[in-house]
């Protein structure tokens, strides 16, 4: 691991989280340097929701390459990006009767949301944006400007201006109403927050702790969308392209959001974003939004394939099949160690456990990764465990991987008592 230490900038996160030199990855399992394998229920932060080498998106990925496809083509017309664009209109769009224009950005999440923000400021001619407690939305300027956490909001990152936080749903417990806090927010003119352009949220926020929107505040923030004349822009970067059981989030609850911003999976691990928007708001001047890697015509071969997932309902069983599975495993793990007072929730197959001590949730899932598992944490205080494995995962795999925290959990017990008792006998 010496060279990541010595060459590659102090930013670096994961590869403190999991330090190993991973080679190799199939499905939900990476195989490491040494040949040690491990579940993988991080999925690249939502990246790889059809599982590390896809075969149909690598074998589609290799004949496009051997028959010299165009890698690169800026924003010209591919046969790559043609299918592509056929893919998602009639096995996406259309069965779901979305009327979207599709915009390409640069190839990852951040591109799309800074993107989305300056098609609605442009639309509606307004600056102001809302976004809610603990939303993440990437950390380019105007991105960083609607995502949450201090952590990454450092004064000296300057422009952050012209975004107002509401509270998102749950924030102040379950019996408060945030979506007609907004609404009185938005009718009093002398409340201090100006009427915006647009309202950005995620139906699950992931990096902010799994924290589920009920369905109904979901309407009801885009009735006052609506009502006052407010763009609605879902963020499903992480828990779309099927996260959730359907392939956008926002499906059950019966929104129609007016741009719905796309990356992650979308490229089946490769980059790639997109921004899709309602007609009406299409009111770019051609090459007003331009950029050198807009598309990524080999991101188009592998999301076309695997779009294909999408063609009947079997995905979808498999992950409701799968989530049956995570939420009764994680329900028993929260009644094995009732002591420790730990919180369930999700949707699909994005799940958290909330750890209230602090530091705990840290080393189960270091504990987790000795053990052979790769699973991340969420929330400002690092005290969720984020449950996302590839959607395509092996039962006995996401079996095995559920059996891991549970081993962790107690191993993690068993050496803070040891740590007491050791303590007590320093002390005598
Ligand atoms: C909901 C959401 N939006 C935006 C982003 C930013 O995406 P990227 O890291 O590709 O820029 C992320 C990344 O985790 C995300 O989860």
């Known amino acids: 691991m010496r060279i990541f230490e010595q060459m590659e900038s102090q930013v670096r996160s994961y590869v403190r989280h999991f330090p190993t030199i991973f080679a190799t990855a199939k499905g939900a399992i990476l195989r490491d340097e040494q040949g040690k394998e491990y579940i993988d229920f991080f999925a690249g932060a939502g990246t ?35 299918k592509f664009l056929e893919k998602l209109y009639y096995t996406i769009l259309q069965p779901r009767h979305l009327e979207y224009k599709v915009q390409f950005c640069g190839p990852t999440g951040t591109n799309a949301v800074e993107t989305a923000l300056k098609i ?3 639309v509606k001619q307004r600056s102001n944006v809302i976004s809610f407690t603990n939303g993440f939305h990437g950390l380019t300027m105007g991105a960083m400007a609607v995502t949450g956490n201090a952590f990454y909001r450092d004064e000296a990152f300057i422009n952050r201006a012209n975004v107002a936080f509401m509270p998102y749903d749950g924030y102040f417990g379950p019996d408060i109403d945030t979506a007609f806090y ?18 950005i949220l995620e139906t699950v926020q992931a990096e902010g702790g799994i924290n589920v929107a009920r369905f109904q505040w979901l309407k009801d923030v ?4 609506r009502d006052f004349d407010v763009l609605l822009i879902v963020d499903d970067i992480q828990v779309g ?3 959730t059981g359907t392939f956008f989030s926002f499906e059950e609850a019966g929104i129609n959001p007016d741009v719905v911003v796309l990356s992650k999976s979308i490229g089946g691990g490769l980059p790639l974003a997109i921004v899709l928007m309602k007609p009406e708001l299409d009111q770019w001047k051609p090459g007003e939004h331009t950029g050198t890697f807009r598309g990524n015509n080999l991101a188009f071969v592998a999301s076309t394939e695997l779009l294909s997932y999408w063609d009947n309902d079997t995905l979808s069983e498999g992950i409701r099949y799968r989530e049956g599975i995570l939420k009764e495993e994680l329900k028993r793990i929260v009644e094995k160690y009732s002591e420790l007072n730990i919180q369930v929730r999700g949707r699909g197959l994005i799940y958290g456990l909330q750890f209230p001590q602090q530091g705990f949730s840290h080393n189960v899932t270091s504990e987790a ?12 205080k690092h005290d969720v465990i984020k449950f996302l494995p590839p959607l395509v995962i092996e039962e006995n795999l996401l079996r095995d991987g559920l059996a891991i925290i549970d081993e962790s959990i107690a191993a993690c017990l068993e050496k803070k008592e040891e740590m007491i008792k050791g303590a007590l006998r320093n002390d005598n």
């Open 369 to 380: 990764f000795e053990r052979g598992l790769v699973i991340e944490l969420a929330g400002a």
């Open 182 to 199: 907004l609404r009185k927010f938005l009718e009093d003119s002398s409340s201090g927050v100006d009427l915006p352009a647009a309202v």
């Open 222 to 225: 885009e009735q006052v969308c």
């Open 120 to 122: 609605v400021r442009m």
């Open 241 to 243: 392209n099927g996260r």
């Open 48 to 82: 790889l929701n059809y599982g590390h080498n896809n075969p149909i998106a690598n074998e589609a990925l290799i004949e496009y390459i051997k028959q010299d496809g165009l890698l690169h083509g800026l924003d010209k017309a591919t046969t790559a990006k043609k």
